[in-house]
């Protein structure tokens, strides 16, 4: 399995606090140590690092964990592999074009069977199942509409209706971006947490380091973050749904809804379960 | 203008010290200030960093400089913008997928009214008249075949049409890759320098630096190396003429075609120009 980071905000904001957490569980702190990735948006423009290495060994990670580069949008991923060798092809997030945004995908868990879709437009570069997914889900919106939507809720609904049939081929917890919207899926094991004024401090659960929002910010901030598993140990973390669908935009929840339960999973509704 | 700089070779190579040279001409002793990018290919798999800040102030390419990435295929480009905004989505090289591999475009020239050719599978994200010209030139190439060729004649014989009809329209100096080959279109400037054994010394232009590759390599490694600008003070650089079309694969040269001159330069044949 894998680990996943995404952050929302509404200003440019860098994410070396979080990020100097996620590395640690790519080989000290947690197993999965067969590469890492991680896409900065500024504006339409995507940067994307990729490295097959093991993060906490990552030269490039201890680069990215230092130079604060800002963005409003950011997804990263930390992978130990099951399907597809580590390789960089191989590595999360993958990116694609699509109606002239860059869309990019970061995918935990296992899909049975799904490279038996045919595809449409966009073909995977790499082996992993996550990719292939990727390439189905865009080849799908693509034949469905052949411009962006006007109405993002056509979309939404289309992203949700997708994801949640790839949910019923395993496990699909996954966080995509087109530029200004994250889209977000939790399959099994999501959490997020919104920071607004008053900011506070937050000390990593996987690195020896705390961290004063109130230095950083203005009383206007709003910044999500959400992580496979909660990256402080002092704040509050909201743990999303199984099934459960959102979409973030600038730091705030645009929409969410709970998809159907798996049939797997079907003799624990989890709209019964609480959230922690 | 902008600057280009590509490598080729039958194995895994480092580039720090062609790149050295390369991005002082990003702010000092040359005036492509606006933003620089380079990809590496690692079997099928493409790490591109961007960076919109001038190269010889970027602390991304200083990192880049001084880490050994190796690959056998590298495309590199430092902007003087022209058009397009200076911004990170306006940033060389381009890179979209098609039939499965990672393809990257870097262009120096200016493409007079290519914005108003229809476009097919492939969209800019920037504003950049070489955006729109990739996008072009894919959207032509998966028009024409579904898959790839088999036949790579086929597919060359393509991309040198497109890339000559680009050059119709202004300057288009090109590096384009697949992940395997390296296609390079002359419009105006273009040097390249294949090293082989006996490896010898060399020092750069732009800065005070001497590497001696004998020291680096092994006798059966071959490297080409591609630049806007002969990048060495001490090694005869082979100058590509105007409308001339290469394909290289591993440090070898495996297609070299000239294109017909463009009508504007019909008076001055080509030909007849002796390489310097």
Known sequence: ????????????????????GLIQRGGKTGPHKDGWGIAFYEGAGCRIFHDPQASVD?????????FPIKSKLVLSHIRKANRGKVELKNTHPFSRELWGSYWTFAHNGQLKGIKKEPLGD?????????????????SKLKAKFRNRPKDESFLRKEIQKLLTSLNQRGVCNVLMADSKHLYVFCSTKLSFITRRSPFGKARLLDADMT???????????????????????????????????????EGALMYQAQSEAKSLTSNKNPRKEKRK
Chains 1, 2 share one sequence.
């Open 211 to 249: 961290i004063d929002f109130s230095e950083h910010t203005t009383p206007n901030d709003l910044v999500t973050v959400l992580a496979t598993r909660p990256l402080t140990e002092n704040e509050t973390w909201t743990q999303l749904f199984p099934g459960e669908f959102q979409v973030w935009k």
């Open 1 to 20: 399995m894998c680990e996943l980071l995404g952050m929302t905000a509404n200003v440019p904001t860098d994410i070396c606090f979080s990020i100097t």
């Open 58 to 66: 990552s030269k490039l990670a201890e680069w990215i964990r230092t």
């Open 122 to 138: 966009f073909f995977p570069v790499g082996t992993t199942d996550s990719e292939y997914a990727f390439c189905w889900l865009l």
